[in-house]
């Protein structure tokens, strides 16, 4: 089992900047590949950004050159650093972590507001 909590959410200006954060906990040994995810209201949840457990990162052509996701080993967290927010990116974002056995884990995901 994997437990999953976000962080760092909340309400910025168009052109702000927020630092979203996913501790894990739990069996985190067998964790490949983490990644954020995030839904709009009435839309389906999409892939954000990748990192696998040798650093290698991918993102959605929406956030590239805006968003950056890493990783902290030492404290099991991965952060999503994201940059020059626009009001599309208003959504909940949800880490999510698949570990070797394919088991698919998810936080309880943190709303970002972005107002114009």
């Known amino acids: 089992q994997v437990q999953l909590v976000e962080s760092g959410g909340g309400l910025v200006q168009a052109g702000g900047s927020l630092r979203l954060s996913c501790a894990a906990s739990g069996s985190i040994f067998s964790i490949n590949f983490m990644a954020w995810y995030r839904q709009a209201p009435g839309k389906q949840r999409d892939l954000v950004a990748t990192?696998?457990?040798?650093?290698?990162?991918n993102y959605a052509d929406s956030v590239k050159g805006r968003f950056t996701i890493s990783r902290n080993n030492a404290k099991n967290t991965v952060y999503l650093q994201m940059n020059s927010l626009t009001t599309e990116d208003t959504a909940v974002y949800y880490c999510?972590?698949?570990?070797?056995?394919?088991?698919?884990?998810w936080g309880q995901g943190t709303q970002v507001t972005v107002s114009s």
């Open positions: 990192i696998t457990r040798f650093g290698s990162v």
């Open positions: 999510n972590a698949l570990t070797s056995e394919v088991q698919n884990y």
